[in-house]
């Protein structure tokens, strides 16, 4: 949906097709959070479209962020919709957030679950050069290692791996960050992020996999996916 209603579009952060991820209890993907209402350093950051796990345009916000609270332009959802399929299910969504850049310029984004896999697929409509970078947020229990140019291997507190690989025209690199679950509590995470500059249209395809490597033996510390996410409890 929307970033916030029009009438009152106070608290809106400009995270549109942003998305998190968890395997079983663990959570994996994860937004930056809320750690301040009044420090605007950290309040513009944290609704900012790099502190979401979505795509972002010439560094540019998918809706315009103004101050502590408020919002100016706003991204529009353009189209979405949902298909189960037979080991998950198919989510897709599109937004004009970055219309003003170009008039034609809209971001599509699909994503499909399945048996050990997570598919996700970024569309970009338009014309023209520019630089998109994808974010991926990672909650502070995991570690990273970039294994190559486009693939990271992320390593969950229970021995279990997971792979990112991204499209091969982006170039994947890590940053330090932190996320906050409550108030003044900013705990130190890691973030991947994809980045080129690309002639538009462009599709880009990504996959978060349950393994590195070779499917698990018998007895191996890591193990596939199931096929259906469940959230941890609150």
Same mark, same amino acid.
Do not use: M
């Given at each position: 949906?929307?970033?916030?209603?029009?009438?009152a579009a106070?608290?809106g952060?400009?995270?549109?097709?942003?998305f998190? @991820?968890? %395997? &079983?209890?663990?959570?994996?993907? /994860? $937004? *930056? !959070?809320?750690?301040?209402?009044?420090?605007?350093?950290?309040?513009a950051?944290?609704?900012?479209?790099?502190?979401?796990?979505?795509?972002?345009?010439?560094?540019?916000?998918?809706?315009?962020?103004?101050g502590? @609270?408020k %919002? &100016?332009?706003?991204?529009?959802? /353009? $189209? *979405? !919709?949902y298909?189960e399929q037979?080991?998950?299910?198919?989510?897709?969504?599109?937004?004009?957030?970055y219309s003003?850049r170009?008039?034609d310029?809209?971001?599509?984004?699909?994503?499909?679950?399945?048996?050990?896999?997570l598919?996700?697929?970024?569309?970009l409509?338009?014309?023209?050069e520019?630089?998109?970078?994808?974010?991926?947020?990672?909650?502070?229990?995991?570690?990273v290692?970039?294994?190559?140019?486009?693939?990271?291997?992320?390593?969950?507190?229970?021995?279990?791996?997971l792979?990112?690989?991204?499209?091969?025209?982006?170039?994947?690199?890590?940053?330090?960050?932190?996320?906050?679950?409550?108030?003044?509590d900013?705990?130190p995470?890691?973030?991947?992020?994809?980045e080129?500059?690309l002639?538009?249209?462009?599709?880009l395809?990504?996959e978060?996999?349950?393994?590195?490597?070779?499917?698990p033996?018998?007895?191996?510390?890591?193990?596939?996916?199931p096929?259906?996410?469940?959230?941890?409890?609150?």
């Amino acid at each position: 949906g929307p970033p916030g209603p029009d009438q009152a579009a106070s608290h809106g952060h400009a995270g549109t097709l942003g998305f998190e @991820f968890s %395997l &079983g209890q663990q959570r994996i993907l /994860v $937004d *930056t !959070g809320l750690s301040t209402y009044e420090d605007l350093r950290y309040r513009a950051y944290e609704r900012s479209t790099a502190a979401h796990n979505t795509l972002v345009v010439d560094g540019k916000n998918s809706s315009d962020v103004w101050g502590l @609270f408020k %919002l &100016g332009r706003r991204a529009r959802i /353009v $189209d *979405t !919709g949902y298909e189960e399929q037979a080991c998950g299910g198919r989510l897709y969504a599109a937004h004009n957030g970055y219309s003003r850049r170009r008039a034609d310029l809209v971001h599509r984004r699909e994503w499909s679950l399945g048996a050990g896999c997570l598919a996700l697929e970024d569309q970009l409509e338009g014309a023209g050069e520019h630089v998109v970078c994808v974010y991926f947020h990672l909650h502070p229990s995991l570690n990273v290692d970039i294994e190559s140019p486009r693939q990271a291997r992320i390593s969950l507190p229970d021995g279990v791996t997971l792979a990112l690989t991204v499209d091969s025209r982006l170039a994947l690199s890590v940053e330090e960050s932190y996320c906050s679950a409550r108030f003044d509590d900013r705990q130190p995470n890691k973030v991947l992020r994809a980045e080129a500059r690309l002639t538009l249209p462009v599709s880009l395809h990504h996959e978060l996999t349950g393994w590195v490597g070779p499917a698990p033996s018998q007895g191996s510390r890591e193990r596939p996916w199931p096929t259906v996410d469940t959230p941890p409890q609150a």
